[in-house]
């Protein structure tokens, strides 16, 4: 049984006061709610990781937006922060091959696997992003690319507990388009598939597959009932605790 996992994507948003205002917001939903059938995770900016991971947090995992692809933890990347560096500030999961790393940082297939490895030898669990931009779906390109992802982006030491998969439409992201149910349904049975011949039937089955992209409130309950859909990760609607808390309780 895969447990659902609804996850909070901030991107570069928050100052202190605002971010520790909603993540301590989040925490308190989590602590009141107690034991829970699903895993909330939010993913601040790498300014707010330490601090947030700082509060009490009892219930709410928190993870990075990304890790940097160094072959080594500690030396000569400026400006980079390693794998090994997020999980001692306390962070549980990183994200990486977001669509807007791979466009805007020029980030391919192979960067990503190597973050998503040094994600799992540091001992974080590893969110990998893939997702077909609307030129790709209008040609009917779609699950090639994402097949193509998945080969280029999974690492070999991937398992169902160490490595989580994102399937979210460039095309989707923030603009408040999101594909049929059908569509969804369609993407991530091929996702699965991908991943059975890659790792094995029995680690693909216990792996998540995320959807993302214009998730909120009201279309969570519809797109987190679809086959092969494990949950959530989210952007603009992670920033209102109302909204984001919404769609955590739409599977509790
Ligand atoms: C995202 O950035 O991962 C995302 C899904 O954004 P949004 O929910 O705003 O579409």
């Known amino acids: 049984m895969r447990q659902k996992l609804i996850a909070g994507n901030w991107k570069m948003n928050c100052l202190k006061a605002d971010g520790l205002a909603l993540a301590k917001a989040v925490a308190e939903k989590t602590a009141t709610a107690g034991d829970m059938p699903i895993?909330?995770?939010?993913?601040?900016?790498?300014?707010?990781?330490?601090?947030?991971?700082?509060?009490?947090?009892?219930?709410?995992?928190i993870g990075s937006e990304d890790v940097a692809e160094a072959p080594k933890s500690f030396g000569?990347?400026?400006?980079?922060?390693?794998?090994?560096?997020?999980?001692?500030?306390?962070?549980?999961?990183?994200?990486?091959?977001?669509?807007?790393?791979?466009?805007?940082?020029?980030?391919t297939d192979a960067v990503v696997k190597t973050k998503a490895e040094n994600a799992i030898k540091a001992g974080l669990r590893a969110i990998i992003c893939i997702g077909e931009t609307e030129a790709e779906r209008d040609e009917g390109r779609a699950l090639d690319v994402v097949a193509t992802q998945i080969k280029g982006s999974v690492p070999a030491i991937a398992t169902a507990e160490n490595c989580v998969i994102a399937y979210e439409p460039?095309?989707?992201?923030?603009?408040?388009?999101?594909?049929?149910?059908?569509?969804?349904?369609e993407v991530h049975a091929a996702i699965r598939q991908e991943l059975t011949d890659l790792l094995g039937a029995d680690i693909a089955n216990g792996m998540r597959v995320l959807y993302g992209g214009s998730v909120k409130p009201s279309n969570a309950k519809e797109l987190l009932a679809v086959d092969n859909v494990d949950g959530a990760l989210i952007g603009g609607a992670s920033l209102k605790v109302e909204d984001f808390w919404a769609i955590a309780e739409s599977q509790l």
């Open 39 to 61: 895993e909330v995770l939010i993913c601040p900016p790498m300014s707010l990781l330490g601090l947030v991971c700082d509060l009490p947090h009892a219930g709410l995992k």
């Open 76 to 107: 000569a990347f400026t400006g980079d922060v390693s794998a090994e560096m997020v999980k001692d500030l306390g962070a549980d999961y990183a994200i990486v091959g977001h669509s807007e790393r791979r466009t805007l940082h020029g980030e």
């Open 170 to 185: 460039v095309w989707a992201i923030g603009t408040g388009k999101t594909p049929t149910v059908a569509d969804v349904a």
